[in-house]
């Protein structure tokens, strides 16, 4: 069955720097998404992307984020100067309409900043 | 204001103890509510979307159940490895475009064998 993959599985980045998490959504789908969860807590929307721009961001996405589909496979997001609470879990995920079909989620990337 | 609420917060069951988890919602003109199960470490995996009253969807040992404002998570004779935190979540209600969703915090189950 296909499926969302996210690399790396844990980052581990001093707090100023950079990180860029990738993912590579089910191959036909053509909406992806970045949900992040702080630990022990609820799993929150960051961004919507589809056809190479985003849809629909929270107002946890702000200037520091961005993302990307820099080619036909992959999905990045981008922290530009990471802060001790981007520490959390950020998950990828996939669908191929906005509502008629579930969102795929991968198993996540663990950002620790330091 | 929370959109989703989900109860209880924790549940402890012995095995083939049958219950229910309930998700309320407050966002109207819902454009479906799905569940999911998040094992600890992994992402959320898709089990059911829900979009009108009265719908009803089964997989194995769970069903769900939707009606105007909550939705219910039955589950039959469980086992242990149907041990996990249940997650809800509806379109966020910006509407438009590819919508997020908003997700409850989830009700952690335990089968005890």
């Known amino acids: 069955e296909p499926e969302v993959t996210q690399t790396p599985s844990h980052q581990v980045t001093q707090m100023g720097q950079e990180v860029i998490l990738r993912c590579v959504p089910i191959?036909?789908?053509?909406?992806f998404y970045w949900y992040r969860q702080i630990l022990g807590q609820k799993v929150e929307f960051l961004v919507s992307?589809?056809?190479?721009?985003?849809?629909?961001k929270s107002e946890i996405f702000d200037d520091q984020f961005s993302v990307e589909r820099p080619d036909g496979s992959n999905f990045t997001l981008k922290i530009r100067s990471t802060k001790l609470e981007d520490s959390a879990m950020y998950f990828c995920a996939s669908s191929d309409s906005t509502t008629s079909q579930p969102q795929h989620f991968g198993d996540g990337t663990r950002l620790s900043i330091l | 204001e929370d959109q989703v609420t989900q109860s209880p917060e924790a549940l402890r069951l012995q095995e083939g103890e049958s219950s229910s988890l309930n998700c309320s919602y407050t966002?109207?003109?819902?454009?479906?509510l799905f569940w999911y199960r998040q094992d600890p470490g992994k992402g959320p995996e898709f089990l059911f979307t829900?979009?009108?009253a009265g719908e009803e969807k089964e997989k194995e040992r769970l069903k769900a159940t939707l009606t105007k404002k909550e939705s219910f998570l039955h589950i039959t004779a469980p086992k242990p490895e149907d041990s996990a935190t249940y997650l809800c979540a509806v379109h966020n209600p910006s509407g438009g475009g590819a919508d997020g969703l908003t997700f409850g915090k989830g009700t952690h189950l335990i089968i005890q064998p």
């Open positions: 829900l979009y009108s």
């Open positions: 191959s036909n789908h053509l909406y």
């Open positions: 992307f589809y056809n190479n721009e985003i849809s629909e």
């Open positions: 966002v109207s003109g819902l454009r479906g």
